[in-house]
């Protein structure tokens, strides 16, 4: 059974940093994809970033392109988001999920609880 947890949200102020975890475990990680995304209150979930196992490319939303950093740790089948210089418009639940192919707009097969994430002074 593939699952998926999440972990290091926390609160934190404005510029801040938190590295999020998200364990994979019951699959590879020599395929497919593990993609963050976000949901604010009120908001529609946002796709934020994608690790592409394939070719171990990964992208980017404009929202936070050059300040989070995804990042596989192969032995461990762990994906990290790195999350630098945080706004207050980050704050939302992140999770994280699995898709079998890629990075791909829809399909994300397997999800995680989700943790949240607070930007606050």
């Known amino acids: 059974q593939v699952q998926l947890v999440e972990s290091g949200g926390g609160l934190v102020q404005p510029g801040g940093s938190l590295r999020l975890s998200c364990v994979v475990s019951g699959v590879s990680l020599e395929s497919g994809a593990i993609g963050w995304f976000r949901q604010a209150p009120g908001k529609e979930r946002e796709a934020i970033s994608c690790f592409n196992n394939n070719d171990d490319s990964t992208q980017y939303a404009d929202s936070v392109k050059s300040r989070f950093t995804i990042s596989k740790d192969k032995f461990r089948t762990v994906v990290y988001l790195e999350m630098d210089s945080l706004k207050l418009e980050d704050t939302a639940v992140y999770y994280c999920?699995?898709?079998?192919?890629?990075?791909?707009?829809?399909?994300?097969?397997?999800w995680g609880q989700g943790t949240q994430v607070t930007v606050s002074s």
């Open positions: 999920a699995r898709h079998t192919a890629g990075c791909a707009l829809r399909g994300w097969k397997d």
